[in-house]
């Protein structure tokens, strides 16, 4: 680690203005994208970014926990206990187990409940588990809600672990059970948090209990969201009222 590598150093716009991050945090993230583009992971110890910066070991690590708390990067321990940093986008091509979930797979889940009858089973997306659409597998109305969260959450590296679907399926049934909600109403929900996941006013949930638990509070958030719409009231004005 005694030269210093010559790659371009990224930082991504959600990096950027990430309240949650001190600037020097923001300014190390650069730098372990810079390292990370030699064999897809970063294996700079503290000590070497502690002279990198000059700061003491102490204020690297708390640097480095800032960013894994906020999702943009993975640490992992390997042989003899040596540490890898992972960007979050690069886990899947660097260690694998992990699947890289796009937009478009998002929007492909929810036009599923556009072309089909809510009474009927549900055609959803190609091999089992992989969250795109296909013709030849069917799907019921709990699956797809699944599908939708589960992609929704990867998308926005909330999620990097293997979901166990039946048991998430099961809590969308017991959901819909309990309270005897109708598919169109939860369809709309679910639809609207996925356009606005993550923004300040927004509940989050990171499961299909989350979810289901949070249903209400999401849905009185959108209610109040359109009541704004419609009065031509921009969305920061309702981040306002909410901070009273």
């Known amino acids: 680690m005694k030269n210093k590598e010559s790659y371009y150093a990224v930082i991504p716009a959600n990096v950027r203005y990430s309240k949650k991050l001190s600037s020097s945090a923001k300014l190390l993230y650069g730098e372990i994208t810079a390292l990370c583009n030699k064999e897809g992971y970063c294996w700079a110890t503290n000590s070497y970014f502690a002279k990198l910066y000059e700061v003491n070991k102490m204020t690297i690590s708390i ?7 906020s999702g943009f990067i993975k640490c992992l321990i390997k042989d ?10 690069d886990i899947e091509k660097s260690i694998g187990g992990y699947r890289k ?3 478009g797979d998002i929007e492909k889940s929810i036009s599923l409940y556009n072309n089909t009858n809510n009474n009927k089973d549900i055609s959803v997306a190609g091999k089992p588990d992989d969250g ?7 799907k019921t109305f709990e699956h797809i809600c699944v599908i939708t ?14 979901v ?3 048991q998430w ?32 006013f927004v509940p989050q949930a990171y499961s299909a209990k989350s ?10 958030a959108m209610e109040r969201w359109d009541k704004l719409v419609e009065k031509g009231e921009q969305p920061i004005q309702y981040r306002r009222i909410r901070k009273g």
């Not at 795109?132 to 069917?138: E, M, V």
């Not at 809590?171 to 005897?180: D, L, T």
């Not at 979810?211 to 009185?220: G, M, R, T, V």
Request: hydrophobic content about 35%; overall charge positive; glycine content about 2%.
């Open 63 to 69: 640097w480095i926990k800032s960013l894994e708390n």
């Open 80 to 89: 003899k206990n040596k540490r890898r940093i992972y960007i979050r986008e």
């Open 101 to 103: 979930i796009y937009r």
């Open 132 to 138: 795109l659409i296909s013709q030849k597998t069917k």
């Open 149 to 162: 969260l589960e992609n929704l959450l990867r998308s926005k590296r909330k999620l990097f672990r293997k």
């Open 164 to 166: 166990n679907q039946k």
């Open 169 to 200: 399926i099961l809590y969308f049934q017991k959901f819909r059970h309990n309270h005897g909600f109708e598919k169109q109403r939860i369809k709309k929900v679910l639809i609207w948090y996925t356009k606005h996941f993550g923004e300040e």
């Open 211 to 220: 979810f289901c638990d949070k249903f209400l509070n999401i849905e009185n």
